[in-house]
């Protein structure tokens, strides 16, 4: 009976061992892909993510969200992401200048547009016209709220949208700057600043701001967002795929992106 127990004991100590080694082993052959990505595309990349978990546990995507330009320096800086999203053809054209991407591979992603933003709160109709939106700015008792107009692709389309309609210089003084354009919505979601100048995209998805003007997309510079790697690895290249896949981008336009047609 002794001996029956230690068989049992011995049988049992084994599978756990080769269990813990089995696991250890899938771990040291998982592959990490990591994916620089802008704000405004975390809630779609998230959700990307966790399909493409379903399709394959052997690579796993790494994201990092934060302004481009803050993923661009970083790279710039030496850090070695395998692939790269931008929210602006203008970063991505630097990183393909200074060969840092493979250009081959440098493909448009997806497309957005701005809207005027206001609190949930605030008894504000639509704009019907952009003299509208001018008068309701000027008349304001608080700032604008915009992402950083020299850096941050959101608030560099909305300058240039100001400009194009000219009221940037009637504004010029009367505008907050954030690093990002989630920070840009918060201003106006705590109702700490009247308007701000924000994504579609971002602004659907956040419930205490409301959308009071539809900016045309021919008073700025189309807002796109281009995609390509840094290097052609096999699990860099096929998370690459993954993206650019049709239904993977259908997927996106729930969140008020478009794609190419």
């Known amino acids: 009976m002794m001996q029956k127990f230690k068989i049992c004991k011995i049988l049992f100590i084994s599978l756990t061992i080769f269990i813990m080694t089995f696991s250890l082993s899938s771990k040291s052959h998982e592959k990490t ?13 998230k959700e990307l993510i966790n ?9 796993k995507i790494k994201p990092v969200f934060m302004g481009t330009s803050q993923l661009v320096m970083q ?5 070695n992401p395998d692939l790269f999203i931008s929210a602006n053809v203008e970063w991505m054209d630097y990183l393909e200048r200074k060969k840092i991407i493979l250009k081959k591979y440098r493909k448009d992603y997806l497309y957005n547009s701005l809207v005027v933003i206001t609190n949930k709160e605030n008894s504000i109709n639509a704009f019907k016209n952009i003299k509208e939106l001018e008068n309701a700015f000027l008349k304001s008792k608080t700032k604008i709220s915009l992402a950083m107009t020299n850096s941050i692709p959101a608030g560099m389309y909305a300058k240039d949208f100001l400009e194009n309609i000219g009221i940037w210089k009637n504004i010029k003084k009367k505008y907050v700057e954030s690093p990002n354009v989630r920070a840009a919505l918060n201003y106006v979601a705590r109702n700490e600043l009247e ?30 967002y281009p995609i390509a790697v840094l290097n052609d690895k096999k699990e860099t290249m096929e ?23």
């Open 195 to 224: 308007f701000g100048i924000v994504y579609k995209t971002e602004a659907v998805e956040n419930s205490k701001v409301k959308i009071v003007y539809f900016i045309d997309n021919r008073k700025h510079k189309k807002i796109t």
């Open 51 to 59: 399909s493409y978990k379903i399709l394959n546990n052997k690579i």
């Open 75 to 79: 790279v710039k800086n030496g850090a």
């Open 33 to 45: 892909v990591l994916l620089y990505a802008p704000i405004s595309l975390s809630e779609v990349i």
């Open 239 to 261: 998370v690459y795929d993954f993206f650019l896949d049709n239904k993977n981008l259908t997927k996106t336009l729930k969140w008020g992106f478009e794609i190419l047609k």
